[in-house]
């Protein structure tokens, strides 16, 4: 079975500090907090279009310690839970405190392992922090939140969602990427979201290359082979046109099961070969 995803239909985004962020990393600097919904906007898309919307992603800006500010908007987080939305949580590296906070809210959390110091350091702007922190905090949530989901369908659902982006080292696939796999291999996820790096106007990354196709495969091929009881999926950062289109045929080749918004040239290919898919309305971490 192979899972499609389209989350704009059904699944909200926000940002809880508007387009404030005080790390400004270098692949983001702010630029996709623009094309959020802010506290006061997200309100109003949900009055003016009741029913439409199921689900909810919580983001923000960070802090400089790596972290989107969640304890100061506690009562907006428990009015839109109390309103019957699912909410996907991107939280960065919150303390345990901050965890069991949004325990009782959060139907996942999205997390970001970043398991590279050079870019944590370099682009991500946290000196301070290192690949240590990422995973620890990933543990941490695991434990507290739980892990693997068993559902009647037989999805590959789990609290804790870990994302991985390939190439966030300005479009360069490094060694760094292929060590993330090695230890997420260990840790053993029920699910991975694999991104891939997109450069993008307005930030210090604008100029930089999509990441090399052949590298990008070859961390995939890796993560297939590596990571044996963990579903895979393409997340939604990934760069569009003729490079999504081979991406998500030649992902599909090495074992990838699920495809944020794929390419049509990929679903027209679903449907030539008869291999069965679902398509879920909102993030790929909410299945």
Do not use: W
């Amino acid at each position: 079975m192979i899972y499609i995803f389209y989350p704009s239909n059904e699944t909200l985004n926000l940002s809880l500090t508007g387009s404030f962020c005080s790390l400004m990393c270098n692949h983001c600097y702010s630029t996709y907090l623009k094309g959020m919904h802010t506290k006061d906007t997200i309100l109003e898309t949900i009055k003016n279009n009741p029913g439409k919307y199921k689900s909810i992603l919580i983001s923000g800006g960070s802090t400089l310690e790596g972290k989107v500010p969640l304890f100061e908007h506690m009562d907006f987080i428990e009015t839109l839970f109390s309103m019957g939305f699912k909410l996907n949580f991107h939280t960065g590296l919150i303390s345990e405190e901050e965890i069991r906070a949004i325990k009782p809210f959060a139907e996942r959390i999205s997390f970001d392992f970043v398991y590279d110091n050079e870019i944590i350091q370099n682009v991500y702007h946290l000196p301070d922090k290192t690949k240590e922190d990422f995973e620890k905090t990933y543990l941490l949530m695991r434990r507290i939140m739980g892990g693997k989901i068993e559902t009647l369908e037989g999805y590959p659902s789990t609290k804790i969602v870990p994302h991985i982006t390939i190439g966030l080292n300005c479009g360069e696939v490094k060694d760094g990427d292929f060590q993330t796999i090695e230890e997420l291999a260990y840790i053993k996820p029920t699910l991975l979201v694999i991104d891939v790096f997109i450069p993008t106007k307005g930030t210090p990354f604008e100029n930089c290359p999509n990441p090399d196709m052949k590298k990008v495969l070859e961390v995939i091929d890796k993560a297939s082979r590596r990571l044996t009881r963990t579903t895979l999926f393409l997340g939604c950062m990934r760069p569009f046109g003729e490079y999504r289109n081979e991406l998500d045929i030649k992902a599909y080749e090495f074992g990838i099961k699920g495809f944020v918004v794929p390419s049509k040239k990929f679903v027209d290919m679903l449907k030539e070969k008869g291999e069965a898919f679902s398509i879920f309305n909102k993030c790929c971490a909410l299945i």
